[in-house]
């Protein structure tokens, strides 16, 4: 199993990622960076900010991006005033509407069709998680 961690985007890991995995043939770490960069520019650009860390693991057809304290002060002000739901119904409405812009990513990187995609958020502690299984 593959896994980086870095501040922002994530670090890298000098193993190959195998064929089955990387259409590519590329280092894991340099595969592990490209999805973290793509992930948090997106996340940039849509909600005006990135997560304090992002965490890859590539697992054979399995890709988890892994945020970290990536809630944007407004919705932090929420969760404190107890509207922590409100903050997770609009996640969940932005994962839906990034969805396509997220797989396209994940299917450009890795060389592969993706057949699963699922997302996730923890409030305290602040996590997000998205989820791609590769066909």
Do not use: C
Not at 126 to 132: M, N, Q, V
């Amino acid at each position: 199993m593959g896994e980086a961690e870095r501040p922002g985007p994530v670090g890298s890991n000098s193993t190959k990622v195998d064929a089955a995995e990387d259409g590519h043939h590329r280092p894991r770490g340099v595969v592990q960076n490209e999805i973290a960069d793509a992930v948090v520019s997106l996340a940039k650009k849509h909600l005006g900010r990135g997560p304090e860390s992002t965490r890859v693991t590539i697992d054979g057809d399995l890709v988890v991006v892994l945020l970290r304290n990536g809630l944007g002060s407004s919705e932090r002000l929420l969760v404190g005033e107890g509207e922590g739901d409100a903050v997770l119904a609009f996640r969940r409405v932005i994962q839906d509407v990034l969805r396509p812009a997220l797989v396209a990513e994940i299917q450009r990187i890795m060389g592969r069709q993706v057949g699963t995609f699922m997302s996730a958020n923890a409030l305290d502690p602040d996590y997000a998680a998205e989820i791609f299984i590769l066909l």
